[in-house]
């Protein structure tokens, strides 16, 4: 099976962020969009208190950041 150079993220990010605390109000809006990066992706997880997985960081200049679709805080929803 041959590797895939891309890697397709879903991501769901607050209009303000998020914190990965899990308490986000019951009037926070939110965007979902699906974004596919070549690999290496720039990106730095880290698991919230709330046990989902969100962007730390964005390597300067990396495929993620080139995209301007990311913000430290977004919640990762699926890769693959």
């Not at 969009?33 to 880290?46: N, R």
Request: proline share 5%; net charge neutral; aromatic share 10%.
């Amino acid at each position: 099976t041959p590797v895939s150079r891309f890697t397709k993220f879903r991501v769901s990010a607050a209009a303000s962020g998020g914190d990965g605390a899990g308490a986000a109000s019951s009037d926070t809006k939110y965007e979902e969009y699906e974004v596919e990066l070549e690999k290496p992706i720039g990106l730095k997880f880290y698991k919230g208190r709330d046990g989902g997985v969100y962007i730390d960081a964005i390597a300067p200049d990396g495929s993620a950041d080139k995209t301007k679709q990311f913000t430290p805080g977004d919640r990762v929803i699926a890769t693959r």
